[in-house]
């Protein structure tokens, strides 16, 4: 079977992370969290990083070139290459998903499925997590990029029948199981 190459989509606090984590042990392939990419180089503390910091501190998006450059450099890698990869927190916007789309031509994805998770759950789970960058303020901003910039994804991925819906509440295991079964049924039969 050829190494999976998905995308995750979902509003932030829907469970992409943790479940990205599984999901990525489960197929043994690689979990690339532009998110977590962007916090390591905030923690270096190098110049891309204190630029970045200030982007998502203040609840913004990252620019689209930079972004792309991220991600083809860390795709390019030979974890990636052989076992696939599983995104997460990419592609943001339709800019960055038709660089995508560039980067992975001839072969494509496998699938991207959406993680659906109720807009008040979503705020909820984000303003108990606690996490510094979580203020009232960064947090809306996020969810007006999400339903202006991310959102249209889902319609550019239905267009290209690479779109799988999951629905997002519920236990972790519930969820888990619902993606992989998902998942597995978009790869077909081995
Ligand atoms: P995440 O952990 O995926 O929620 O990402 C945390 C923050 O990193 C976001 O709020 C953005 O500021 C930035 N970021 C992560 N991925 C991207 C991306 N693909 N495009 C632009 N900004 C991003």
Redesign the pocket.
């Known amino acids: 079977m050829s190494p999976l190459r998905l995308v995750l989509l979902g509003r932030?606090g829907a469970g992409?992370?943790t479940q990205g984590i599984r999901l990525a042990e489960h197929y043994g392939a690689a979990h690339v969290?532009?998110?977590?990419m962007?916090?390591a180089a905030v923690a270096e503390g190098t110049e891309f990083g204190r630029r970045?910091g200030e982007?998502?501190d203040r609840?913004?998006?990252?620019p689209?070139d930079v972004?792309v450059g991220v991600v083809q450099e860390r795709l390019a890698k030979d974890d990636a290459r052989t076992a696939g990869f599983l995104l997460?927190?990419?592609?943001?916007?339709v800019v960055?998903a038709e660089a995508l789309d560039d980067l992975l031509a001839p072969d494509g994805l496998t699938a991207v499925v959406n993680i659906d998770v109720p807009l008040d759950e979503v705020r909820a789970r984000m303003r108990s997590r606690g996490r510094a960058d979580d203020t009232d303020e960064a947090i809306e901003r996020?969810l007006s990029h999400y339903e202006e910039q991310t959102a249209p994804l889902i319609a550019y991925y239905e267009t290209g029948s690479l779109l799988v819906a999951v629905h997002g509440l519920g236990t972790m295991d519930e969820v888990f199981e619902r993606l992989v079964a998902a998942i597995d049924e978009a790869r077909g039969p081995s």
């Open positions: 932030q992409k992370g969290s532009t998110g977590d962007l916090r970045a982007i998502m609840g913004d998006l990252v689209d972004m997460d927190g990419f592609p943001r916007t960055q996020r």
